[in-house]
Structures are given as structure tokens and as C-alpha cells.
Antibody, heavy 118, light 109 residues
Framework: QVQLQESGPGLAKPSQTLSLTCTVS??????????WSWIRQHPGKGLEWIGYIYYSGDTYYNPSLKSRLTISVDTSKNQFSLRLNSVTAADTAVYFC??????????WGQGTMVTVSS | EVVLTQSPGTLSLSPGERATLSCRASQSVGSTYLAWYQQRHGQAPRLLIYATSRRTTGIPDRFSGSGSGRDFTLTISRLEPEDFAVYYC??????????FGGGTKVEIK
């Protein structure tokens, strides 16, 4: 059973880079079955798809974030990561990693809260 | 970009009652591409239904999904105490691009 766990700083300063990692256990990130995704939820709000990556390295990003976003995969560590540049308070959210088909996500991490503040 | 509008925003019901949640898309959506999630307070979302009507493994059969084109429905036949939560629909669009609806909160009346 694949499980996901997010990790990374809970605080980022405005204009800096937010970096998060999702560690995959119980399965291989290289299996070719799944798309590895990031999704966020602003406080008290709904869900926003950030983007996902296939094990081959092919990435697909939300156009609204694309200019600031990099999602990468490290198959040797069985991890995938998110980097979001030039963050503002509007990037304050709970960030979830998730996986599944390209169309829906059936496995989620517990989420990690990131606050952007000086 | 497909926009999903969920209604009602809040549904106040009693345990044992039937819940009917609506999700309307701004344009026609392939049935393969519509999913429903449940999010309990403080938890990650959980996939209930994918491809409009297919239940994920372990989801009770009181949850059912239906619809086509622009209109989709999640039905909970008899509400259990653990079903009071927020429900989101989600669509996959070309590009690819994935969008979530604004959510329906099912609360205890």
C-alpha cells in the first residue's frame, strides 16, 4: 500500500522559495502506474491543483503557477518535490502531495501547512 | 478551463436522511474525468468516486455517483455520522488541467 508523507519548512519569507518534498513508501515512484501530484488548500477554502509529474520527468503544471513552479522527481530517494519561487502571502496554504491516475487521486499525504510571512 | 459549480453550499440533514449533491460544469465533461472527494475536518481529502460513478475500493455502497455532460450528482443514500464532511467534485480537462469545485458542506441538522 503506497503511502505519502510531506516534509519541509512550515514558514517561508515573502519573495523567497518554498520547497517541499513528498516521500513515497510502500511502492516505487518509478512504477509507471501513477502521476505524482501537488495540491494545496488555502485556509478555510477549497482545493487547488498545483501540478503533477510522471516518473519519466514529464511535468504538467497549473497555468496560474507555471512561471514560478518546478516539480521534480528523485527516483533514487523515492521522492518528488515542489519548488515555488517568489512566494507571497497568497501562497499560504496546506500543501498536499497525492497520487493516482492522471484524472483522480486516490492516495494522499496528510498535508503540511506552509505560512508565508516575514 | 472548466469551472465546476457545486450546490448547495451547505446541506443540513439528519443521520439516516438522503443527501443529494450537485456539480455543474461550465462545459461538457467526459464521464471518465469526473471524480468526487470527501474531506473531514482536519484531514486530507479521500477519493470516493471516479469516472462519474465508480466507487473507490472500500467506499460504502451508500455513496453513488451519476451524471453526464455538464451535470453530475453525488448521492449518499442514508447519512451515517461519519459522512458529515465537505465534498468536492473534480474534473480533468485537456492540457492537462485539473479543477475542483468549491465544495458542499454536509452538516448535522
Amino acid at each position: 500500500q503506497v503511502q505519502l508523507q510531506e516534509s519541509g519548512p512550515g514558514l517561508a519569507k515573502p519573495s523567497q522559495t518554498l520547497s517541499l518534498t513528498c516521500t513515497v513508501s510502500g511502492g516505487s515512484i518509478s512504477s509507471g502506474t501513477f502521476y505524482w501530484s501537488w495540491i494545496r488548500q488555502h485556509p478555510g477554502k477549497g482545493l487547488e491543483w498545483i501540478g503533477y509529474i510522471y516518473y519519466s520527468g514529464d511535468t504538467y503544471y497549473n497555468p496560474s503557477l507555471k512561471s514560478r513552479l518546478t516539480i521534480s522527481v528523485d527516483t533514487s530517494k523515492n521522492q518528488f518535490s515542489l519548488r515555488l519561487n517568489s512566494v507571497t502571502a497568497a501562497d499560504t496554504a496546506v500543501y498536499f502531495c497525492a497520487t493516482g491516475s492522471p484524472y483522480a487521486f486516490d492516495i494522499w499525504g496528510q498535508g503540511t501547512m506552509v505560512t508565508v510571512s516575514s | 478551463e472548466v469551472v465546476l459549480t457545486q450546490s448547495p453550499g451547505t446541506l443540513s440533514l439528519s443521520p439516516g436522511e438522503r443527501a443529494t449533491l450537485s456539480c455543474r460544469a461550465s462545459q461538457s465533461v467526459g464521464s471518465t474525468y469526473l471524480a468526487w472527494y470527501q474531506q473531514r475536518h482536519g484531514q486530507a481529502p479521500r477519493l470516493l468516486i471516479y469516472a462519474t460513478s465508480r466507487r473507490t475500493t472500500g467506499i460504502p455502497d451508500r455513496f453513488s455517483g451519476s451524471g453526464s455532460g455538464r451535470d453530475f450528482t453525488l448521492t449518499i443514500s442514508r447519512l451515517e455520522p461519519e459522512d458529515f464532511a465537505v465534498y468536492y467534485c473534480q474534473v480533468y480537462d485537456t492540457s492537462p488541467f485539473l479543477t475542483f469545485g468549491g465544495g458542499t458542506k454536509v452538516e448535522i441538522k
